[in-house]
């Protein structure tokens, strides 16, 4: 079982930025996919952006697009959400979730095994 843990969100003023963090200890994300999602009150969860380590290849949903940008560190141990831009419609607990690469199909969270415990993103008007 990997246990992830998300960090680096906050309250930020609409057009900031903040910068989330996923990672698990002593877990090396190599040849898995990683995924940010999100969930807004009241609404259902989606897809904000994922990763192959394999490929490289990313996905970025449609509303975030040009804004945000995944990466992942040298050592493959950290992937990051780099939100630019925020718009108080990003509001929502963020979580990161990871599968192993043969796993993976689409940047869907129905494809994920293991997630984190979520951080709150909040972006005022």
């Known amino acids: 079982e990997v246990q992830l843990q998300a960090s680096g969100g906050g309250l930020v003023q609409a057009g900031g930025s903040l910068r989330l963090s996923c990672s698990a200890s002593r877990f090396s994300f190599d040849d898995y996919a990683i995924g940010w999602f999100r969930q807004a009150p009241g609404k259902e969860q989606e897809s904000v952006s994922c990763?192959?380590?394999?490929?490289?290849?990313?996905y970025y949903a449609d509303s975030v697009k040009g804004r945000f940008t995944i990466s992942i560190d040298n050592a493959m141990s950290t992937v990051y959400l780099q939100m630019n831009s925020l718009k108080p419609e990003d509001t929502a607990v963020y979580f990161c979730a990871t599968v192993v690469e043969g796993d993976y199909n689409a940047c869907s969270a129905s494809d994920f095994d293991w997630w984190g415990q979520g951080t709150l993103v909040t972006v005022s008007s």
């Open positions: 990763i192959s380590t394999t490929s490289m290849g990313t």
